[in-house]
């Protein structure tokens, strides 16, 4: 696989993104200019000496038109390894949970609520996992990760951020969010950024709330990968199961976005069980279900809002197509149909006034601009908590051995080599 390659949401082709056509530093200055508020007029000059330095904004704007520019520079994702979470979330360094896509008939008749009340173990949701799986991948699979410039210092990280896909995923699609806001933790820890979420009080209101009817359509998504998957290449899917959806199988990637470079983790649903398909991610299969489609404003809805969410979710892994269960009222599976994410910036280009996936790009490589920027304290027990509300800027609060402080000891132990 070609690791320079840069992505285009649109197409494979990628000579619009060349990184040796295009003056990033430039043009990263230029962004930063046009939107770090309140002085975003002179952030840029950086080289000025220290009493002519104006004070730099803390805020970060996340309004849509100042992120409209060229599609950042966004590495083909590369698979470094993976991991699996077994039925009681115990962690393992392989592949075991792996499932295999099988294509089911176009209009299935699937009945999504099959054993909701008698086979559904749910994961407890009130434990918070923070980044500890992919710390602990990264702890068994460290002499592949080392850096190559300084193998000896401290046991630095070759990476700028490490973090969950679904941080990300939220960070792409914040400049067109209008319900939620998010708080992320981060903490700077030999020279590498770990993002980690907090659930925010509104959202522990909800989750706790939950009406009836909205937990019985969460459990609808995950009976559907169980009509959908199987355990084997040369098995069928048995609908009869429990669904237990402590079980998971995650893909860890690395990437850069400009100059940022990133280790994330993604739950991965399946991948084509043929023996020839490319290798992962191109062979990963994102499943989803919505509701059926049934007139012009629930089919640009659908366009708005859904596919920017999957698009988002499947583009930074690099996972190439979306199969898609829509489902009545009762959670009837009627139809079924595949999305190629390489396809879902043309099928929503009709739609008024609709999200543009360099919007998405460019808002998240700002961010991760941001962070580096205010983030300096090398410190595993400072955690810089970014906090955003819809209609707001990013803003953030510094906390010390605080309730926010998520590395956990051993990993700072293993990670701060002594005589290794
Ligand atoms: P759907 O995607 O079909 O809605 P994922 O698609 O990311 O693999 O997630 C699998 C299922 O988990 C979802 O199926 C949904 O049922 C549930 N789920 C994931 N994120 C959720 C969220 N934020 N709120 C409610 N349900 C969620
Ligand atoms: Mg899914």
Redesign the pocket.
Known sequence: MDRHRSRSPVTSSHHHYSPNKRGDNRRAKHCDAAHFTPTNHHWHQSSATPEQTPPRSQTLCTRREAYERAFPLYKQPVEVGCFSLDSQRRFFNDSRQMRYYVEPDRSPNFDLSDGYRGRYVKRDENVKEKLDHILRWIVANRSKLKSKLSPDASCPLDFDFVTWRGHLTKLLTTPYETREGWLLAVTRFNDTLYISEVETEAARRERENRPERNQE??????K??QYMCADKTYSEPDPSGVVNTNEAFCTVVQTRLTDHKLLFSG?V?CRDKDPDAPPPPACYV????SAEICTPKQRSNFHRFKLLKWWA?SFLPGVPRVVAGFRDHDGIVVSVETFQISKISQLIKNEYNCWKPTVCMNFCCDFLSFVKREATEDNPSVVYLFSWEPHKDVTYSVHRDSQYSFLPDWYIKEMTCSGE
């Open positions: 359509m969460m459990y609808w998504g995950y559907f990968e739950e649903d994102e499943l989803k279900t979710q």
